[in-house]
């Protein structure tokens, strides 16, 4: 059984930091990719990036510059940095966990970000 658990989120005012952790645990794949998608309210959940377990990542073009994703394949965790948080970054993160071959990814239960104005 695989479970993702994710920590970091919290409310923070536009302008100011916060960092998401998500660990894996279970068994899985070792070439796999990770990532972080989040879902506002009213809306359909998107990805916010990626990386793989190669080191490629992979960012949704409105947080580029903003975002950075880093992951520690011995420790199977996800990190996501966001800088410059802005109101509309408010959303619920969810941590995923995917690889070549798996038809339904493994997710989170997500973790809440909200960016006041």
């Known amino acids: 059984q695989v479970q993702l658990v994710e920590s970091g989120g919290g409310l923070v005012q536009a302008g100011e930091s916060l960092r998401l952790s998500c660990a894996a645990s279970?068994?899985?794949?070792?070439?796999?990719?990770m990532g972080w998608y989040r879902q506002a309210p009213g809306k359909q959940r998107e990805l916010v990036a990626t990386?793989?377990?190669?080191?490629?990542?992979n960012y949704a073009n409105s947080v580029k510059g903003r975002f950075t994703i880093s992951r520690d394949n011995a420790k199977n965790t996800v990190d996501l940095q966001m800088n410059s948080l802005k109101p509309e970054d408010t959303a619920v993160y969810y941590c995923?966990?995917?690889?070549?071959?798996?038809?339904?990814?493994?997710w989170g239960k997500g973790t809440l970000v909200t960016v006041s104005s």
């Open positions: 990386m793989t377990s190669g080191g490629n990542t």
């Open positions: 279970g068994n899985f794949a070792r070439i796999n990719t």
């Open positions: 995923n966990l995917n690889w070549y071959g798996r038809v339904v990814p493994y």
